[in-house]
Protein backbone atom coordinates (compact mmCIF):
# COMPACT_ATOMS: atom_id res chain seq x y z
CA UNK A 1 0.00 0.00 0.00
CA UNK A 2 1.01 3.64 -0.58
CA UNK A 3 2.78 4.95 2.49
CA UNK A 4 0.80 8.10 2.94
CA UNK A 5 -2.20 5.72 2.79
CA UNK A 6 -0.99 4.11 5.34
CA UNK A 7 0.19 7.11 7.43
CA UNK A 8 -3.22 8.76 7.06
CA UNK A 9 -5.55 5.17 8.03
CA UNK A 10 -3.05 5.32 10.57
CA UNK A 11 -4.01 8.62 11.88
CA UNK A 12 -7.60 7.95 11.55
CA UNK A 13 -7.85 4.55 13.31
CA UNK A 14 -5.66 5.82 16.43
CA UNK A 15 -7.95 9.12 16.75
CA UNK A 16 -11.64 7.30 16.97
CA UNK A 17 -10.03 5.00 19.08
CA UNK A 18 -9.47 7.95 21.42
CA UNK A 19 -12.59 9.80 20.62
CA UNK A 20 -14.42 5.97 21.48
CA UNK A 21 -12.56 6.03 24.30
CA UNK A 22 -12.86 9.42 25.73
CA UNK A 23 -16.94 9.66 24.84
CA UNK A 24 -17.27 6.65 27.21
CA UNK A 25 -15.63 8.41 30.39
CA UNK A 26 -16.29 12.08 29.83
CA UNK A 27 -19.32 13.07 31.18
CA UNK A 28 -18.52 10.37 34.29
CA UNK A 29 -14.97 11.84 34.75
CA UNK A 30 -16.47 15.41 34.93
CA UNK A 31 -19.24 14.38 37.81
CA UNK A 32 -16.37 12.40 39.66
CA UNK A 33 -14.41 15.65 40.14
CA UNK A 34 -16.89 17.25 41.40
CA UNK A 35 -18.64 18.84 38.69
CA UNK A 36 -22.58 19.31 39.08
CA UNK A 37 -25.16 18.47 36.01
CA UNK A 38 -25.59 21.77 34.89
CA UNK A 39 -21.56 22.38 35.18
CA UNK A 40 -21.07 18.67 33.12
CA UNK A 41 -23.86 20.28 30.35
CA UNK A 42 -22.42 23.42 29.77
CA UNK A 43 -19.08 21.75 29.20
CA UNK A 44 -19.81 19.49 26.81
CA UNK A 45 -21.70 22.23 25.02
CA UNK A 46 -18.00 24.42 25.08
CA UNK A 47 -16.74 21.78 23.20
CA UNK A 48 -18.93 20.54 20.95
CA UNK A 49 -19.47 24.51 20.01
CA UNK A 50 -15.52 24.63 20.02
CA UNK A 51 -14.35 22.12 17.50
CA UNK A 52 -17.16 23.59 15.40
CA UNK A 53 -15.19 26.76 15.47
CA UNK A 54 -11.61 25.52 16.02
CA UNK A 55 -12.61 23.26 12.71
CA UNK A 56 -13.59 26.27 10.81
CA UNK A 57 -10.59 27.79 11.56
CA UNK A 58 -8.32 25.62 10.43
CA UNK A 59 -9.66 23.57 7.37
CA UNK A 60 -10.33 26.97 5.21
CA UNK A 61 -7.19 27.98 5.85
CA UNK A 62 -5.49 24.23 5.62
CA UNK A 63 -4.82 24.61 1.62
CA UNK A 64 -2.98 27.36 1.61
CA UNK A 65 -0.90 26.81 5.36
CA UNK A 66 -0.78 23.23 4.64
CA UNK A 67 -2.91 20.02 4.94
CA UNK A 68 0.17 18.02 7.05
CA UNK A 69 0.60 21.08 9.14
CA UNK A 70 -3.21 21.40 9.94
CA UNK A 71 -3.08 17.70 11.03
CA UNK A 72 -0.22 18.48 13.28
CA UNK A 73 -1.70 21.34 14.94
CA UNK A 74 -5.23 19.36 15.74
CA UNK A 75 -3.11 16.92 17.16
CA UNK A 76 -1.65 19.54 19.36
CA UNK A 77 -4.87 20.34 20.08
CA UNK A 78 -5.78 16.81 20.98
CA UNK A 79 -3.15 17.00 23.15
CA UNK A 80 -3.64 20.19 25.17
CA UNK A 81 -7.11 18.89 25.91
CA UNK A 82 -6.06 15.79 27.49
CA UNK A 83 -3.52 17.56 29.65
CA UNK A 84 -5.90 20.30 30.88
CA UNK A 85 -8.32 17.91 32.19
CA UNK A 86 -6.69 15.36 33.59
CA UNK A 87 -4.55 17.93 35.48
CA UNK A 88 -7.48 20.77 36.94
CA UNK A 89 -11.33 20.12 38.09
CA UNK A 90 -11.26 24.07 38.05
CA UNK A 91 -14.46 25.18 36.16
CA UNK A 92 -13.08 28.15 33.94
CA UNK A 93 -10.03 26.58 32.92
CA UNK A 94 -12.06 23.48 31.99
CA UNK A 95 -14.14 25.78 29.99
CA UNK A 96 -11.35 27.65 28.13
CA UNK A 97 -9.60 24.53 27.34
CA UNK A 98 -13.05 22.87 25.74
CA UNK A 99 -13.43 25.49 23.61
CA UNK A 100 -10.16 25.61 22.46
CA UNK A 101 -8.54 22.18 22.73
CA UNK A 102 -10.44 19.25 20.22
CA UNK A 103 -12.30 16.75 22.39
CA UNK A 104 -14.77 14.31 21.04
CA UNK A 105 -17.74 13.77 23.79
CA UNK A 106 -19.89 11.72 21.66
CA UNK A 107 -17.42 9.93 19.98
CA UNK A 108 -17.83 11.48 16.33
CA UNK A 109 -15.04 13.15 14.33
CA UNK A 110 -14.30 16.31 15.28
CA UNK A 111 -11.84 18.64 14.60
CA UNK A 112 -9.70 19.11 11.39
CA UNK A 113 -8.89 16.00 10.80
CA UNK A 114 -11.67 14.76 8.90
CA UNK A 115 -12.06 17.24 6.10
CA UNK A 116 -8.55 17.67 5.96
CA UNK A 117 -7.99 13.89 5.41
CA UNK A 118 -10.53 13.26 2.40
CA UNK A 119 -8.51 16.11 0.76
CA UNK A 120 -5.38 14.48 1.17
CA UNK A 121 -6.26 10.98 0.25
CA UNK A 122 -7.91 12.75 -2.95
CA UNK A 123 -4.30 13.85 -3.70
CA UNK A 124 -2.75 10.26 -3.55
CA UNK A 125 -5.37 8.14 -5.44
CA UNK A 126 -7.09 8.10 -8.71
CA UNK A 127 -10.17 9.37 -8.97
CA UNK A 128 -11.73 6.55 -10.12
CA UNK A 129 -10.96 4.70 -6.94
CA UNK A 130 -11.78 7.85 -4.57
CA UNK A 131 -14.89 6.32 -3.35
CA UNK A 132 -13.62 3.16 -2.40
CA UNK A 133 -11.14 4.47 -0.17
CA UNK A 134 -13.45 6.81 1.50
CA UNK A 135 -15.70 4.08 2.19
CA UNK A 136 -12.63 1.82 3.46
CA UNK A 137 -11.52 5.42 5.61
CA UNK A 138 -14.99 5.08 6.92
CA UNK A 139 -15.30 1.80 7.93
CA UNK A 140 -12.05 1.82 9.52
CA UNK A 141 -13.00 4.57 11.51
CA UNK A 142 -16.41 3.11 12.75
CA UNK A 143 -14.34 -0.15 13.80
CA UNK A 144 -11.66 2.06 15.59
CA UNK A 145 -14.38 3.97 17.68
CA UNK A 146 -16.11 0.49 18.80
CA UNK A 147 -12.44 -0.68 19.85
CA UNK A 148 -12.06 2.33 21.46
CA UNK A 149 -14.95 2.48 23.58
CA UNK A 150 -14.40 -1.33 24.27
CA UNK A 151 -11.05 -1.42 26.01
CA UNK A 152 -11.97 1.90 27.83
CA UNK A 153 -14.58 0.65 29.21
CA UNK A 154 -13.29 -2.70 30.62
CA UNK A 155 -9.48 -1.01 31.35
CA UNK A 156 -12.40 1.55 33.76
CA UNK A 157 -14.27 -1.25 34.97
CA UNK A 158 -10.59 -3.20 36.10
CA UNK A 159 -9.24 -0.73 37.70
CA UNK A 160 -12.88 0.50 40.03
CA UNK A 161 -13.42 -3.46 40.50
CA UNK A 162 -9.49 -2.84 42.16
CA UNK A 163 -10.42 -0.67 44.23
CA UNK A 164 -9.82 2.58 42.38
CA UNK A 165 -11.07 5.23 43.19
CA UNK A 166 -13.49 6.58 40.17
CA UNK A 167 -12.08 9.89 39.05
CA UNK A 168 -8.45 8.27 39.03
CA UNK A 169 -9.83 5.59 36.88
CA UNK A 170 -11.57 7.85 34.44
CA UNK A 171 -8.55 10.16 34.66
CA UNK A 172 -6.58 6.92 32.69
CA UNK A 173 -8.42 7.19 29.65
CA UNK A 174 -8.48 11.00 29.69
CA UNK A 175 -4.85 10.69 29.95
CA UNK A 176 -4.24 8.01 27.58
CA UNK A 177 -6.41 10.31 25.00
CA UNK A 178 -3.65 13.01 25.35
CA UNK A 179 -0.84 10.19 24.59
CA UNK A 180 -2.80 9.16 21.46
CA UNK A 181 -2.77 13.08 20.13
CA UNK A 182 1.20 12.68 20.10
CA UNK A 183 1.40 9.79 18.27
CA UNK A 184 -0.99 11.32 15.79
CA UNK A 185 1.14 14.05 15.69
CA UNK A 186 4.26 12.10 15.30
CA UNK A 187 2.35 10.39 12.10
CA UNK A 188 1.25 12.94 10.56
CA UNK A 189 4.73 14.66 10.48
CA UNK A 190 5.76 11.83 8.36
CA UNK A 191 3.33 11.87 5.60
CA UNK A 192 4.71 13.67 2.63
CA UNK A 193 3.81 16.56 0.47
CA UNK A 194 2.65 14.44 -2.24
CA UNK A 195 -1.06 15.22 0.36
CA UNK A 196 -0.77 18.71 -0.06
CA UNK A 197 -2.99 20.98 -2.36
CA UNK A 198 -1.75 22.31 -5.87
CA UNK A 199 -0.58 25.32 -6.65
CA UNK A 200 -3.80 27.34 -7.91
CA UNK A 201 -3.35 28.66 -11.31
CA UNK A 202 -4.42 31.95 -10.16
CA UNK A 203 -2.51 32.56 -6.97
CA UNK A 204 -3.92 36.06 -6.90
CA UNK A 205 -7.55 34.86 -6.79
CA UNK A 206 -9.82 35.98 -4.69
CA UNK A 207 -10.48 33.58 -2.06
CA UNK A 208 -13.85 33.36 0.67
CA UNK A 209 -13.80 30.88 3.34
CA UNK A 210 -10.79 29.47 1.73
CA UNK A 211 -12.94 28.94 -1.45
CA UNK A 212 -13.23 30.76 -5.22
CA UNK A 213 -14.55 28.91 -8.08
CA UNK A 214 -16.53 27.25 -6.36
CA UNK A 215 -18.56 29.06 -3.71
CA UNK A 216 -21.74 28.95 -4.99
CA UNK A 217 -21.89 24.99 -5.50
CA UNK A 218 -20.17 24.49 -1.86
CA UNK A 219 -23.14 27.07 -0.84
CA UNK A 220 -25.42 24.93 -2.22
CA UNK A 221 -24.54 21.68 -1.33
CA UNK A 222 -24.17 22.94 2.57
CA UNK A 223 -27.87 23.79 2.93
CA UNK A 224 -28.81 20.89 1.66
CA UNK A 225 -26.75 18.84 3.74
CA UNK A 226 -27.67 20.78 6.84
CA UNK A 227 -31.32 19.90 6.03
CA UNK A 228 -30.27 16.09 6.08
CA UNK A 229 -28.43 16.74 9.31
CA UNK A 230 -31.18 18.26 10.78
CA UNK A 231 -33.60 15.39 10.09
CA UNK A 232 -31.18 13.02 11.72
CA UNK A 233 -31.14 14.58 14.47
CA UNK A 234 -34.43 13.38 15.41
CA UNK A 235 -33.27 9.74 15.51
CA UNK A 236 -29.55 10.15 16.76
CA UNK A 237 -28.71 6.71 18.41
CA UNK A 238 -29.94 8.41 22.00
CA UNK A 239 -33.21 9.17 21.05
CA UNK A 240 -33.53 6.12 19.19
CA UNK A 241 -32.83 4.21 22.42
CA UNK A 242 -35.02 5.83 24.40
CA UNK A 243 -37.89 5.12 22.30
CA UNK A 244 -36.99 1.64 22.18
CA UNK A 245 -36.85 1.69 25.90
CA UNK A 246 -40.64 3.34 26.49
CA UNK A 247 -42.00 1.88 23.44
CA UNK A 248 -40.62 -1.85 23.89
CA UNK A 249 -39.20 -1.85 27.66
CA UNK A 250 -35.95 -2.95 25.81
CA UNK A 251 -33.02 -3.08 28.59
CA UNK A 252 -29.73 -1.86 28.13
CA UNK A 253 -28.17 -4.93 26.88
CA UNK A 254 -30.89 -5.71 24.00
CA UNK A 255 -30.04 -1.97 23.49
CA UNK A 256 -26.53 -2.30 23.24
CA UNK A 257 -26.53 -4.95 21.11
CA UNK A 258 -29.22 -3.62 18.64
CA UNK A 259 -26.95 -0.69 18.02
CA UNK A 260 -23.52 -2.82 17.78
CA UNK A 261 -25.48 -4.55 14.85
CA UNK A 262 -26.71 -1.18 13.44
CA UNK A 263 -23.29 0.40 13.16
CA UNK A 264 -21.45 -2.64 12.03
CA UNK A 265 -24.41 -3.09 9.17
CA UNK A 266 -23.98 0.98 8.55
CA UNK A 267 -20.08 0.65 8.10
CA UNK A 268 -20.25 -2.06 5.73
CA UNK A 269 -22.34 -0.95 3.56
CA UNK A 270 -20.15 2.02 2.55
CA UNK A 271 -18.06 -0.72 0.53
CA UNK A 272 -21.23 -1.30 -1.22
CA UNK A 273 -21.73 2.27 -1.92
CA UNK A 274 -18.10 2.08 -4.11
CA UNK A 275 -19.44 -0.61 -6.48
CA UNK A 276 -22.94 1.04 -6.77
CA UNK A 277 -21.59 4.60 -7.41
CA UNK A 278 -18.75 3.41 -10.12
CA UNK A 279 -21.71 2.01 -12.04
CA UNK A 280 -24.61 4.54 -11.85
CA UNK A 281 -23.02 7.64 -10.57
CA UNK A 282 -21.95 9.17 -6.83
CA UNK A 283 -25.34 11.29 -6.98
CA UNK A 284 -27.67 8.42 -8.35
CA UNK A 285 -25.81 6.23 -5.56
CA UNK A 286 -26.21 8.50 -2.92
CA UNK A 287 -30.15 9.45 -3.75
CA UNK A 288 -31.38 6.09 -4.38
CA UNK A 289 -29.72 4.17 -1.45
CA UNK A 290 -30.84 7.11 1.04
CA UNK A 291 -34.72 7.03 -0.29
CA UNK A 292 -35.48 3.70 0.42
CA UNK A 293 -33.75 3.79 4.08
CA UNK A 294 -35.74 6.88 5.15
CA UNK A 295 -39.12 5.15 4.20
CA UNK A 296 -37.96 2.29 6.23
CA UNK A 297 -37.18 5.10 8.77
CA UNK A 298 -40.98 6.26 8.59
CA UNK A 299 -42.04 2.53 8.96
CA UNK A 300 -40.44 2.02 12.18
CA UNK A 301 -43.00 3.19 14.70
CA UNK A 302 -45.31 1.68 12.70
CA UNK A 303 -44.47 -1.80 13.27
CA UNK A 304 -46.72 -3.81 15.93
CA UNK A 305 -44.03 -5.93 17.72
CA UNK A 306 -40.77 -4.91 18.69
CA UNK A 307 -39.45 -8.09 16.59
CA UNK A 308 -40.37 -6.37 13.47
CA UNK A 309 -39.37 -2.55 14.82
CA UNK A 310 -35.82 -4.23 15.42
CA UNK A 311 -35.83 -5.57 12.30
CA UNK A 312 -37.09 -2.32 10.09
CA UNK A 313 -34.39 -0.67 11.65
CA UNK A 314 -31.69 -2.99 10.95
CA UNK A 315 -32.73 -3.45 6.96
CA UNK A 316 -32.70 1.00 7.27
CA UNK A 317 -28.96 0.94 8.70
CA UNK A 318 -27.68 -1.93 6.37
CA UNK A 319 -28.50 1.08 3.69
CA UNK A 320 -28.76 3.90 5.27
CA UNK A 321 -25.02 5.05 4.87
CA UNK A 322 -24.27 4.04 1.45
CA UNK A 323 -24.27 7.94 0.79
CA UNK A 324 -21.63 8.74 3.47
CA UNK A 325 -18.38 8.02 1.20
CA UNK A 326 -20.52 9.16 -1.57
CA UNK A 327 -21.67 12.35 -0.25
CA UNK A 328 -17.71 12.65 0.68
CA UNK A 329 -16.34 11.77 -2.34
CA UNK A 330 -18.78 14.19 -4.08
CA UNK A 331 -18.32 17.01 -2.40
CA UNK A 332 -14.20 16.31 -3.28
CA UNK A 333 -14.90 15.46 -6.58
CA UNK A 334 -16.77 19.16 -7.82
CA UNK A 335 -14.46 22.15 -6.47
CA UNK A 336 -10.70 22.64 -7.46
CA UNK A 337 -8.08 20.70 -6.20
CA UNK A 338 -6.89 23.45 -3.83
CA UNK A 339 -10.59 24.24 -2.27
CA UNK A 340 -10.98 20.73 -1.46
CA UNK A 341 -9.66 20.73 2.30
CA UNK A 342 -11.99 24.11 3.04
CA UNK A 343 -15.23 22.76 1.17
CA UNK A 344 -15.07 19.78 3.22
CA UNK A 345 -14.91 21.69 6.27
CA UNK A 346 -17.89 24.21 5.29
CA UNK A 347 -20.52 21.08 4.79
CA UNK A 348 -19.15 19.44 7.34
CA UNK A 349 -19.88 22.72 9.84
CA UNK A 350 -22.86 22.93 8.13
CA UNK A 351 -24.42 19.58 9.13
CA UNK A 352 -22.86 20.25 12.44
CA UNK A 353 -25.31 23.10 12.79
CA UNK A 354 -28.18 21.34 11.06
CA UNK A 355 -28.18 18.64 13.55
CA UNK A 356 -27.63 20.65 16.86
CA UNK A 357 -31.19 21.84 17.90
CA UNK A 358 -33.29 18.52 16.40
CA UNK A 359 -32.42 15.90 19.42
CA UNK A 360 -34.03 19.52 21.76
CA UNK A 361 -37.07 18.93 19.79
CA UNK A 362 -37.06 15.01 19.26
CA UNK A 363 -36.94 13.90 23.47
CA UNK A 364 -40.24 15.54 24.37
CA UNK A 365 -42.26 14.23 21.19
CA UNK A 366 -40.60 10.42 22.51
CA UNK A 367 -43.24 10.86 25.46
CA UNK A 368 -46.04 11.92 23.38
CA UNK A 369 -48.94 9.95 22.85
CA UNK A 370 -48.86 10.34 18.83
CA UNK A 371 -47.48 7.29 17.12
CA UNK A 372 -47.01 5.54 20.37
CA UNK A 373 -44.20 8.44 19.99
CA UNK A 374 -42.46 7.21 17.05
CA UNK A 375 -43.21 11.07 15.76
CA UNK A 376 -39.16 11.52 15.59
CA UNK A 377 -39.03 8.48 12.71
CA UNK A 378 -41.54 10.37 10.82
CA UNK A 379 -40.31 13.93 10.86
CA UNK A 380 -36.56 12.37 10.42
CA UNK A 381 -37.51 9.91 7.03
CA UNK A 382 -39.45 13.39 5.49
CA UNK A 383 -36.70 15.59 6.20
CA UNK A 384 -34.35 13.20 4.61
CA UNK A 385 -36.54 12.37 1.59
CA UNK A 386 -37.59 16.07 0.84
CA UNK A 387 -33.25 16.84 0.60
CA UNK A 388 -32.97 13.65 -1.25
CA UNK A 389 -35.62 15.00 -3.45
CA UNK A 390 -33.68 18.46 -3.89
CA UNK A 391 -30.00 16.79 -4.04
CA UNK A 392 -31.57 15.11 -7.08
CA UNK A 393 -32.93 18.30 -8.39
CA UNK A 394 -30.30 20.65 -7.75
CA UNK A 395 -27.12 18.23 -9.10
CA UNK A 396 -28.35 15.43 -11.12
CA UNK A 397 -26.44 16.95 -13.99
CA UNK A 398 -23.37 18.21 -11.88
CA UNK A 399 -21.14 15.55 -12.29
CA UNK A 400 -17.62 14.47 -11.35
CA UNK A 401 -14.60 15.10 -13.72
CA UNK A 402 -14.14 10.74 -13.92
CA UNK A 403 -18.07 10.91 -14.43
CA UNK A 404 -17.92 13.32 -17.43
CA UNK A 405 -17.92 12.07 -21.21
CA UNK A 406 -14.91 13.80 -21.93
CA UNK A 407 -13.15 13.55 -18.37
CA UNK A 408 -9.39 13.45 -18.21
CA UNK A 409 -7.51 10.22 -18.44
CA UNK A 410 -5.13 10.85 -15.74
CA UNK A 411 -5.10 9.10 -12.96
CA UNK A 412 -3.26 10.78 -10.39
CA UNK A 413 -6.23 13.12 -9.38
CA UNK A 414 -4.41 15.61 -8.47
CA UNK A 415 -5.78 17.84 -11.25
CA UNK A 416 -10.01 18.42 -11.73
CA UNK A 417 -10.47 18.01 -15.29
CA UNK A 418 -13.17 20.92 -15.32
CA UNK A 419 -10.52 23.41 -13.72
CA UNK A 420 -8.99 24.38 -16.80
CA UNK A 421 -12.71 25.13 -18.69
CA UNK A 422 -13.61 27.56 -15.83
CA UNK A 423 -14.90 31.00 -16.78
CA UNK A 424 -13.83 34.17 -14.17
CA UNK A 425 -15.67 34.78 -11.17
CA UNK A 426 -17.67 32.57 -8.38
CA UNK A 427 -18.95 29.45 -10.25
CA UNK A 428 -18.79 25.98 -9.02
CA UNK A 429 -16.49 23.93 -11.21
CA UNK A 430 -19.34 21.34 -11.87
CA UNK A 431 -21.56 24.00 -13.09
CA UNK A 432 -19.68 25.22 -15.76
CA UNK A 433 -18.77 21.72 -17.15
CA UNK A 434 -22.40 21.60 -17.35
CA UNK A 435 -22.89 24.87 -18.99
CA UNK A 436 -25.42 26.38 -16.73
CA UNK A 437 -26.74 26.75 -12.85
CA UNK A 438 -26.81 23.52 -10.91
CA UNK A 439 -30.25 24.74 -9.97
CA UNK A 440 -32.29 22.39 -12.19
Known amino acids: MDRDLVLLFATR ?65 MVLGGVVFALTDQFAILIAAAVVAVLSPSGNEVGPFLSVEQAALSEIVPAARRTTILAWYQLVGSLATAAGSLIAGLVVQMLLDGGTEPAVAYRTVIVAYAAAGIGIGLLASRVSDRVESPAPADPSISRRLGLHRSQRVVAKLSALFAIDAFGGGF ?37 VAARLAARFGLIATMVGTHIPSNVLLIL ?118 SASRLPSGNEGPAESQEGGSAGR
Do not use: C, H
Open 300 to 417: VPFMPTVELAIGVLLVRFSISQMDVPTRQSYTISVVDPDERSAAAGLTGVARSAGAAISPLLATPLVAAPILSGGLPFVIAGTLKIAYDLLLWREFRSVRPPEEAPKASGSASGRVSA
Open 235 to 271: VIQTVVALWFATRWGLEPGALGAIFFGANALAGLSGL
Open 13 to 77: TLRMASYGGLAVVLALYLAAIGLDPTAVGLLLTATLAGDAIVSLWLTIRADRDGRRRTLMVGAVL
